[in-house]
């Protein structure tokens, strides 16, 4: 299996453009984690689906951004339009749903630079 | 939301020497997860702990998911240099919290 998949790695764009992270998770997963990572607020949850379904965006920061997942092995998160204090190290997992083995696996991660 | 208390914050210790780190939360969680991160890459699972007074072994690593299900700890026995990185707790419910990281220095 080749993993959790992130694309791209690094993203440098300018403010005011938009941003789309992708995700693949690993197959037979039906649960995906967005995650943020920075060195002030660490690893914070943005938003998970079940199911291709959203259950809690509440994490999301702003209306700027917005995740999609139009089927079991895509998703997307955008931000639009992107700002400086955006930029940050972004992650998905996948799993199993709560209730089977739940062990979550992270991708590498995109490293998001916004100037 | 749900928070995790993850302490020490980091820890500065002699190859050879045993670790010991732990996550509290005020919440009860189903699942308690433990993560290690390398500079540069995501954070991999380390130990799964399913049951509440469960412990579980991963060669150097244990891990326990506390009788309240509220806390757990991770101990590292006798250190090598490859353990530095970062350590973080996750609990599981439906959705995963992570604590803030305990950062592992080991001198040779």
Known sequence: DAGVIQSPRHEVTEMGQEVTLRCKPISGHNS?????QTMMRGLELLIYFNNNVPIDDSGMPEDRFSAKMPNASFS???IQPSEPRDSAVYFCASSSPAGQNTEAFFGQGTRLTVV | GQQLNQ?????????????????????????????KQDPGEGPVLLIALYKAGELTSNGRLTAQFGITRKD??????????SDV??????????????????????KP
Do not use: H
């Not at chain 2, 820890?11 to 919440?27: K, L, P, R």
């Not at chain 2, 757990?72 to 240099?81: D, E, G, K, V």
């Not at chain 2, 990185?85 to 080991?106: E, K, P």
């Open chain 2, 7 to 35: 302490s020490p914050q980091s820890m500065f210790i002699q190859e050879g020497e045993d670790v010991s780190m732990n996550c509290t939360s005020s919440s009860i969680f189903n699942t308690w997860l433990w993560y």
């Open chain 1, 32 to 36: 995906l984690f967005w995650y943020r």
């Open chain 1, 76 to 78: 997307t998160l955008k």
């Open chain 2, 85 to 106: 990185g970062i350590y973080f707790c996750a609990g599981r419910n439906n959705d995963m919290r992570f604590g803030a990281g305990t950062r592992l220095t080991v």
């Open chain 2, 72 to 81: 757990s700890f991770l101990n590292i026995s006798a250190s090598i240099p």
